[in-house]
């Protein structure tokens, strides 16, 4: 899930894909048009739990900066660098 502002300046939360993923950044694709070097909120949902209460339900939010942004049909797929590598 992100959320950010979107280039229009209105607020926004979208469930999104996400099509790649690494230490230090992700691609996803997304319906939002974003401005350059915005900073956004991640979450990612958390593997599905065999039972159990004790695994969250998704991870705590990451902070991710745009990096690049292209059109894809009706999608945008952002290149985002998370401001601290995932451990």
Do not use: W, Y
Not at 23 to 41: E, F, K, Q, V
Not at 60 to 80: F, H, N
């Amino acid at each position: 899930m992100v959320r950010g502002v979107d280039a229009t300046g209105a607020e926004f939360l979208e469930l999104t894909k996400t099509l790649s993923i690494s230490a230090n950044g992700a691609c996803i694709a997304s319906t939002h048009s974003l401005r350059p070097d915005l900073t956004i909120s991640l979450t990612f949902p958390a593997p599905s739990p065999a039972s159990s209460s004790m695994v969250p339900s998704e991870t705590p939010p990451v902070t991710a900066r745009l990096r690049s942004q292209s059109a894809s049909g009706d999608l945008r797929l952002l290149g985002l660098e998370f401001l601290r590598p995932l451990e």
